[in-house]
């Protein structure tokens, strides 16, 4: 079911059932600031842990950061094992090296060894603003674990 509505003469909002887009392909919203990477165009997967109840049903998956995320990405056969997964948080939750490889260098090389739940998303942020793909900043509390001392969510590695 596509439901189309104008919200300004040069910008239109589209939506659509999930279900509809799985096995839909896009084009990584960084591809453009990482031409050094292979910028293939990856397929829409779909999983019973996303849901509209608890968002928009629409996520972006992270194998190295969730249970659901990883034993999706094995059975879709996208990753082989552990050791195929590119984790792109270190220590203390700080933006590591291999955030180039999905950013490009030059965007890289600001956000490394910043804290991924602060200063690394406002500068995620301005990265989309700079790009001109950014439409809306919406707070946003997840369904993942807070550390009950200072209600801060936990940042889970599996690498």
Same mark, same amino acid.
């Given at each position: 079911?596509?439901?189309?509505?104008?919200?300004?003469?040069?910008?239109?909002?589209?939506?659509?059932?999930?279900?509809?887009?799985?096995?839909?392909?896009?084009?990584?919203?960084?591809?453009?600031?990482?031409?050094?990477?292979?910028?293939?165009?990856?397929?829409?997967?779909?999983?019973?842990?996303?849901?509209?109840?608890?968002?928009?049903?629409?996520?972006?998956?992270?194998?190295?950061?969730?249970?659901?995320?990883?034993?999706?990405?094995?059975?879709?056969?996208?990753?082989?094992?552990?050791?195929?997964?590119v984790c792109h948080?270190?220590?203390?939750?700080?933006?590591?090296?291999?955030?180039?490889?999905?950013?490009?260098?030059?965007?890289?090389?600001?956000?490394?060894?910043?804290?991924?739940?602060?200063?690394?998303? !406002?500068?995620?942020?301005?990265?989309?603003?700079?790009?001109?793909?950014?439409?809306?900043?919406?707070?946003? !509390?997840?369904?993942?674990?807070?550390?009950?001392?200072?209600?801060?969510?936990?940042?889970?590695?599996?690498?």
């Amino acid at each position: 079911m596509l439901n189309l509505r104008t919200v300004s003469p040069t910008l239109f909002s589209l939506s659509y059932i999930g279900s509809e887009l799985t096995g839909a392909r896009y084009r990584p919203l960084f591809a453009s600031l990482a031409p050094d990477v292979a910028s293939e165009s990856l397929a829409v997967i779909a999983s019973t842990h996303v849901t509209p109840d608890s968002g928009t049903g629409l996520v972006h998956c992270a194998p190295a950061h969730g249970t659901e995320d990883y034993n999706m990405f094995r059975e879709q056969s996208l990753i082989s094992s552990i050791s195929s997964i590119v984790c792109h948080v270190g220590e203390g939750g700080l933006f590591t090296n291999e955030v180039a490889q999905v950013v490009g260098k030059e965007a890289g090389e600001t956000l490394v060894g910043q804290p991924v739940l602060d200063s690394g998303s !406002k500068s995620i942020v301005g990265l989309l603003k700079s790009m001109g793909c950014l439409l809306k900043i919406e707070r946003f !509390k997840h369904r993942y674990p807070y550390d009950w001392k200072t209600d801060r969510p936990v940042i889970v590695t599996y690498v």
